[in-house]
């Protein structure tokens, strides 16, 4: 993001703050906030049956006709070049089809790179892939292998020889900080930010914190692997994908490979998981690549090694957050700057200072993000990207500073609660944390905690409670079109290309959609997964339900406005304007005179017609720009250390959360919980290895890299206001990375409530409580 | 020596490399075992041999030859599925599989009096139902996703109310 376009979003933003509510596309609240009859309902999920009885279509299973299967081999060196490469005795193995290295593989160029906006591109590293002989971290994939069954592939891929020559690398990230790069930007928002002179408000503080939090490199680790499977005839692509960006990877693939959007297709009905994770990395390009050289479908699925050493994942980060307050706990100082790793072939900026801007009031602030440069697989946004590690250094410094002040962090926060955006005062579209807290507290029983640490103890076992606030930004995205298709028989099919990794997009849009069309829940199928459906963005930011909701809400404003005009004149509603009648009881309804009402069925029948179909996509989201949106969380811990080992059991874990309508108290409930569990999961035991002599990654696997087991995770409580945004779709704002900012932070200081150690470097493993 | 799969003996491949799990997945379509790692850390590819759960990526299928095999297809339909899609102990469901396979065979190996880790009484005849023993031995089952309350409570309502 240029400077330019930083001046361009705050003069947008400030002529915006000028215009009245109604002049915008997203002015008055959505009026079916107000008549929600499925929305808000534990609908179990529609999918749910499906994948129970592992009948849901995951990317892998699929079998082409001639299907062949791909082995990658990744570089076992750092930096350098290939100097020998001899395929020969693999090429000779049974079953070998092919071997695909930068001798043969075609001349690309470079994908292009994802942004939030863009439907034309889904990269995350703007390196070569397998056009030279050059190695430029560890790991990258310097071979294919392509047989007629896996086995054969994996075993002559054991046949390559390659040698390398090693250059130095770049791999110490106390070492690279020297050179470390300043952004202008960090994602949309001006990176430096300085109110007043922060550093000497903080000298002069009646009270003052200033430490430093580290938190390590993490890995998405969805369940499923990666995998792509590939085929080509004559000009036209097929290729089914795990990717929770179907059509910018479409639209890449495309323009890679020199041949018409039209012609690629992907389809990717089911992801077994993406937090952030599932984007467009070098396998999808090498499977096609391949695939055009075999002659043949190919299947690619990862090893998980290969997941660890070609995706990227959270950046490591440095941060220091020093905070000064007066007498009574007021903020006369937020300072919070730090280092991230960033190679500059990746654009994941790890945002984690977004959500200090409006968190808390404050007289001053100093903010300001480093990028170190380290050759290494691209980092990439992992669910809460940013917020996630920020929410651990901030939430820590004000339960540090609260200690100091002997005063509760509970009541320390509150007193420093915003009532406007606190650096642009904006106005908030809906915030209510004061109350996110306060009905936290008192259903957890916050009461019951000991200011004094150290005091509770149970044999071997100190006990602990903490708490931590958790932020996430509003988004929604342009491009969501939705294509809704209404049937004489009262049915209706929503359809899009949008993505199903376990959000439960399906069963949310149906109960939406059973509500903004006035129809049964069980008269609506929703259709995902496929780039041959009506374009929409990538899943990401949270951000899919309400883009989804704002598309399907436009179509129906179309169908409406279509169904008005084949009414004709003997309908009930003839002569009703579009503004006049509303969606409702499976027809067209007066909204004066409840009684002139049109049904679907009478409408189509009249009109000789079996279906109508619109497309539409949702309006431009100048919501975002206009208010400042944020979700909140109040997250509360309480935790056992033992004395003796330095085991951490965290015996409760519960989340209050004020973000908007919860449209499936079921489903988001799950999507909050699954938050917080790899927030927990960051709090104690996540932490990819990294070997700064080498540059390799050194737990590639799920047996050393801990993710949450059922024995980690306790009974999880979670808690909403339930107030509507009136400037979102449906009143509603994404939720599905709010669960995890804030609960490694609610950890740490129930693990220095319980120890009295403050432990600001994660994961809190038993080495750091002896 | 065949393999029995759900009820259907099968020869075991030629190729000796196969892996009971790609045995099922690749050659005979049984897609609903998933694989997570291929390395027998994240329980995704869990299938029942004799009744009792075992990770079929580190089977061979070979050692499967005169035994039977029950997928999550072979116990379909059975109240685990029901119970799970009730109480969410799913998300993007790729994990599901596994978890109810070994949920099945975890059930009846607390019925058999089988003590864990977290048993109080390790000489006691029965081992009760609790939340912490279905935590602990589901414990070889990740879920990334994050349904691990929902699997628990679908499990305690299927043990507890014996519907299996
Ligand atoms: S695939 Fe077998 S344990 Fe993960
Ligand atoms: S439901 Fe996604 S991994 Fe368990």
Known sequence: ?770 | MDITVNGTAVAPPDDARVSLLDMLRDHLHLTGTKVGCNQGACGACTVLIDGRRVLSCLTLAAQAAGREVTTIEGLDPHPLQAAFVERDGLQCGYCTPGQICAAAAMIDEVRAGVPSYVTADLSAESVPFSRDEVRERMSGNLCRCGAHNGIVDAILEVADGSTV
């Open chain 1, 1 to 770: 993001m240029s400077r330019v376009q930083n001046a361009a979003i705050s003069s947008v933003r400030t002529v915006l703050g000028w215009v009245p509510d109604r002049w915008l596309p997203s002015g008055s609240p959505d009026p079916l906030i107000a008549r929600q009859q499925e929305i808000g309902r534990p609908t179990s999920r529609v999918d749910g049956p499906l994948k129970a009885s592992g009948r849901a279509p995951f990317v892998t299973e699929t079998v082409l006709a001639g299907q062949t299967y791909a082995t990658l081999i990744h570089s076992t060196i750092t930096r350098g070049r290939i100097l020998r490469l001899d395929s020969t005795a693999a090429e000779a193995a049974p079953g070998v089809l092919l071997v695909m290295t930068y001798r043969n593989m075609p001349r690309l160029g470079i994908v292009p790179m994802a942004s939030l906006t863009n439907l034309g591109a889904a990269g995350n590293s703007a390196l070569p892939i397998m056009q030279d002989p050059e190695v430029r971290y560890n790991g990258q994939v310097v071979a294919a292998v392509v047989a007629e069954t896996q086995e054969q592939a994996d075993h002559a891929a054991t046949l390559v020889e390659i040698d390398y020559a090693q250059e130095p690398a770049a791999t110490r990230f106390e070492d690279a900080k020297a050179g470390a790069r300043t952004l202008t930007s960090i994602l949309i928002e001006r990176n430096h930010v300085s109110v007043g002179d922060a550093e000497r408000e903080l000298r002069s503080a009646v009270h003052a914190v200033d430490n430093v939090y580290r938190t390590p490199r993490h890995n998405h680790n969805a369940i499923e692997l990666h995998g792509v499977v590939a085929a080509w005839d004559g000009d036209a692509l097929l290729v089914h994908d795990s990717t929770q960006a179907i059509v910018p990877t479409a639209n890449a693939l495309a323009s890679l490979f020199g041949v018409a959007k039209e012609k690629v297709r992907v389809i990717s009905p089911y992801v077994g998981g993406g937090f952030g994770g599932k984007m467009m990395w070098d396998h999808q390009v090498v499977t096609v690549a391949a695939a055009r050289l075999a002659g043949r479908p190919v299947r690619l699925r990862l090893t998980r090694e290969g997941v660890y050493r070609i995706i990227g994942g959270r950046s490591p980060a440095e941060q220091r957050v020093a905070i000064g307050a007066d007498a009574d706990g007021r903020f006369a100082a937020m300072i919070h700057t730090g280092y991230s790793v960033m190679p500059p072939y990746g654009r994941f900026p790890e945002q984690y200072t977004l959500g200090t801007r409006a968190a808390y009031r404050s007289k001053s602030f100093e903010i300001i993000q480093r990028h170190v440069d380290l050759d290494i697989v691209p980092n990439t946004f992992m669910r809460t990207p940013g917020e996630t590690i920020g929410a651990f250094a901030v939430e820590s410094a004000v339960d540090e500073l609260a200690h100091v002040m002997d005063l509760d962090p509970v009541e320390l926060r509150l007193r420093n609660l915003p009532d406007r955006h606190p650096l642009s005062g904006q106005p908030f579209s809906q915030h209510a944390v004061h109350q996110a807290w306060t009905d936290g507290a008192e259903r957890f029983g916050w009461s019951r905690r000991q200011a004094k640490p150290g005091t509770v103890r149970d044999g071997e076992w100190l006990t602990g409670l903490g708490c931590g606030a958790g932020s996430f930004p509003y988004a929604r995205m342009p491009g969501a079109n939705v294509r809704l298709t209404l049937r004489r028989d009262g049915s209706a099919e929503v359809s899009t290309a949008a993505h199903e990794m376990g959000m439960g997009t399906a069963t949310v849009q149906a109960q939406h959609a059973a509500d903004r069309l006035g129809l049964p829940l069980e008269q609506i199928t929703v259709t995902l997964g496929d780039s041959a459906l009506v374009a929409a963005p990538i899943a990401g930011g949270s951000s899919q339900t309400v883009s989804l909701v704002a598309g399907l809400s436009a179509a129906a404003d179309d169908l409406r406005d279509e169904l008005l005009r084949l009414a004709g004149p003997d309908s009930p509603i003839a002569g009703l304007k579009a503004a006049e009648v509303r969606l409702a009881d499976g027809g067209l309804v007066s909204v004066a005179d409840p009684a002139r009402h049109d049904g679907y069925r009478e409408i189509l029948a009249r009109a000789g017609r079996d279906e109508v179909t619109v497309t539409a996509a949702g309006s431009p989201p100048l919501e975002m720009l206009k208010y400042s949106m944020h979700s909140s969380s109040a997250i509360f811990c309480e935790l056992r250390v033992s004395a003796v080992t330095g085991e951490v059991r965290v015996d409760r874990l519960l989340g209050s959360f004020d973000c908007g309508t919860i449209l499936n108290p079921k489903t988001a409930a799950g999507q909050l919980r699954g938050g917080m569990i790899m927030g927990l999961g960051s709090a104690l035991t996540e932490e990819t290895l990294f070997d700064e002599r080498t540059g390799r990654i050194m737990n590639p696997s799920l047996a050393d890299y801990h993710i949450p087991a059922h024995l980690d995770v306790p009974p999880i409580e979670v808690m909403w206001t339930g107030i509507p945004d009136p400037r979102t779709p449906m009143g509603a704002r994404g939720i599905g990375e709010l669960g995890t900012p804030g609960v490694a932070a609610a950890i740490a200081n129930a693990v220095f409530n319980a120890t009295g150690k403050r432990v600001r470097e994660l994961p809190i493993t038993l080495d750091k409580l002896l």
